[in-house]
Structure formats: C-alpha cells, structure tokens
C-alpha cells in the first residue's frame, strides 16, 4: 500500500499528489471551523449542528439523523444537544408518537449564532468562484464522482445526494430526476437535497 505521507511515493505520483490535496483541504476546513467556534465558544461539532438544523426539514433534526449525518454516535450529538439547550441555542419538542424521540428547533438566540458563524467557508468559496466555469463542471463531476465512491465504500455516510435517491435514475447513459422530471446536466447533481427520497433497499 502506497503511503502519500512519504514525500517521495507523494511528489513521484499524480495519485499521491492528489490524496495529499484532498488531506490539505480537510486541514483547511478544519482550521477555518476551529477558529469560528473559539471566537464564539462552541465546538466545532456544536457550530455543525446548530448550522444543519437551520437549513433542513424538521424532519432530520433528530439525534438519530444527526448521528448519522455527522458519523458520531448518538451519544456524543446527545451530549451536544443538551450544552446546546443549555446555553440557550436550540429547544426540543418530544415526538408525540414516541417519547423516546424529540425534534430540535433553533431558538432566536441560536439563529443569531448561525447568522455569525455559518461563513466559516467564505474563503474557499471566493476560490471557486472565480475559477471559470467550464473548469468547475469539470471539477464538481470529478468531486461528486469521488463522494458517490466513497459512499459505496462505505467510507463516508452520503445522506442526502442524487445517487443514493430513489427519484434518480439513469438511462441511455443520461441521468434523470423522477420528481422534477428533467435529465439532470452535471451542474444539477445535488449533494444534498430537501426532496431527497431514500432507496428502499
């Protein structure tokens, strides 16, 4: 197995160089959220999840999603919850239909806190804005195509995008969307959708 920390298998590999970008940029969102939640005092995991239920359905903002969307157990987004209702930022409401299950809103305060701290990737997203557009579609078909991988490999959990959907379809080598009915073009392919139907497996 070739090991993209060894600077020689890195700079004498186009594999290696690449693996060693997709580390880098890990780091980068790793610094740019880590000096988000020190100015505010939150974790980082707590800036996640306050960002998440802000733009998701009610629906998904249960610890039972989040612990799958963020590949933590329910547990620890159980014990991020609650310094979150502690410090005011969100309220629970116990699903009437089961106890054991309680939906999360933001409170007033809590959104206040979304509003300051969910530009943490302005600066990356100021990168690919100015990059053209030709060269984006490019880049985005080749990034959706790794995530749709790493999905099947179960190396991440993919919640929510067009190939894991029961609306997506493909056909005569053209994918189309069920739901909009209309072929979906490489700039259309969604990582996470609102409308997103989960396959029945």
């Known amino acids: 197995m070739k090991n993209i920390f060894d600077l020689e298998t890195q700079n004498n590999s186009l594999d290696g160089k690449i693996t060693a970008g997709f580390e880098r940029l890990s780091q980068v969102f790793r610094v740019l959220l880590w000096e988000k939640a020190k100015k505010h005092d939150l974790s980082p995991i707590q800036i996640q999840v306050l ?69 943490f990737t302005n600066p990356l997203f100021d990168l690919v804005k100015i990059v053209p557009e030709k060269e984006k579609l490019v880049l985005w078909k080749n990034l959706s195509s790794v995530i749709e991988q790493l999905h099947y490999l179960q190396v991440i959990n993919v919640q929510s995008t067009c190939h894991n959907c029961g609306y997506f379809v493909q056909q005569n080598g053209n994918n189309y969307c069920r739901l909009m009915d209309i072929q979906l073009e490489t700039k259309d392919i969604r990582l996470d959708c609102n409308d997103h139907k989960p396959v029945r497996l």
């Open 51 to 119: 960002i998440f239920i802000k733009h998701h359905t009610k629906n998904k903002a249960t610890v039972s999603y989040l612990a799958k969307e963020f590949h933590l157990t329910k547990a620890t987004i159980s014990d991020t919850i609650k310094i979150l209702e502690q410090k005011e930022y969100i309220t629970k409401t116990v699903n009437a239909n089961d106890s054991r299950s309680s939906t999360i809103e933001l409170t007033a305060k809590g959104l206040e806190m979304v509003l300051v701290t969910e530009d």
